[in-house]
């Protein structure tokens, strides 16, 4: 390994870094970018034009087909014993009530999982079911319960402040039943009328249209010099809900990566392997994005040897998560050492092979096609900036500058080791392996709830459209 040159691409980071700018233009001057929206577009024009002016290799736009959401309307009322107004969100991909909204008793859950369903199931037909933000995620609370009869699902948010959240409640379909979200003042308020009136009564009206537009990933290549088809891909998903300015979730993702990729396209002529950097749109209504990437690219995933995803880049970089693939560690442990992150009493940068690995981000659809994948970390500097995701309150204050150049740097270090390894440290996983190891950890059931396995089924569901 060429200690020299990964020397050089780090100083030219934290001598010229130039991610927090490209993190002001996206958060700051287009602001939200929810696929299909104009800010998309915008944000697309954006990268294309940053990529080829660091000099990247073939720059452009791949479209694809999605279902694209908007909200039209968002009210939820208590009408019994008392009648008052509640802020509400509509969750992406949420199903539509009747024009004069769906009404009934609610039921307070405390983790919405099949169990407590299972438990409360005579409580939860016919009922609107309120349930936290945690520990079950929406995408998984959504189906079960619909599947247990419940009329609507308002998801808590759980740190204070009055936020509301944006969350999407299903993948890349709409659901069978409306979803909102509420602020955790509210849920707390609703519990407390429930423990002093008894029953009460709500209802909740929103209007969620669909619509099938194009999206956009923008790709980029570093060629590598020798004559292989192995290649790395990089990447972040540049989109955001529609009302969060989105500055640690995920632009801060995109600009580490994108400032990773100018400072090592100065070094191409030391790079082996071609380096892809893929910036995904639709992440946030279920990773089509990235799916649409793994269906595009089909071809090229037996000689993708690392996905490396950023996601929530917005603190102090404190690790990496690697997909089930045990070979990847010692590697990485080594490459570890040499990051350069400053700040007192920090802890060791963490290197951990994650079974079977996180199914919200990006890197996930490359995993269940195979793909050997990580997942960056950072932690947040002030302990409540992350608490702001997905709101209108994720903006760029919230984002630590010097973590934001760490974390282009230790991208850069991880693309440029890998892209140099003298053989390829492990191989593409079978659709067999792959199931194995989901019914060893007892996934399976996940995943169908998630109607995302396997993967040519989640394909042919996500990009079929009737």
Known sequence: MNLVIENRIVDEIFANSEA????????????PRLIGSPNEIKARDFLIETLSQYGLDNVR???FPHQAWRAEREELRIIAPIERKLGCRCSALSASTPTVG???????LERCDRAELEEHKERVKGRIVVAPYDPVPRHLKTPLATEYGAIALLEAFGFPGSHLSARACVYAKAAQIPVASISKEDHDFLRRLEQRKGTAKLRLTLDSRFEKKDGWNVVGEISGTEDTPEHIVMGAHYDSHHIAPGAADNAAGVAAIVEAARAL???QEHIKRS??????????????GAWAYTHQHCDELENT????????QGGRPNGV??????EFKPIMEDVSVRFRIDGEDLPPYKVSVDRPGWYGVDQFPFFLNGVPAMLAHTSPYHPNDFAFVHTTADTVDKVYVPGLTESAAVNAQIAFNFANLPARPAPRKTQQELEEMFENYDYIETLELLDMWPAEHAKERYFSFN
């Open 102 to 108: 769906v009404e009934g008793e609610f039921v307070l």
């Open 61 to 63: 736009a791949e479209a």
């Open 321 to 326: 998560s690697i997909n089930a693939i045990d």
């Open 20 to 31: 927090y700018e490209n993190l002001l233009v996206l958060a700051d001057d287009i602001g």
């Open 305 to 312: 040897i690392l996905m490396l995803n950023n996601d929530g």
């Open 265 to 267: 396209i100065q070094n």
């Open 275 to 288: 380096i892809i950097v893929a910036l995904f749109s639709g992440e946030e209504v279920g990773l089509v």
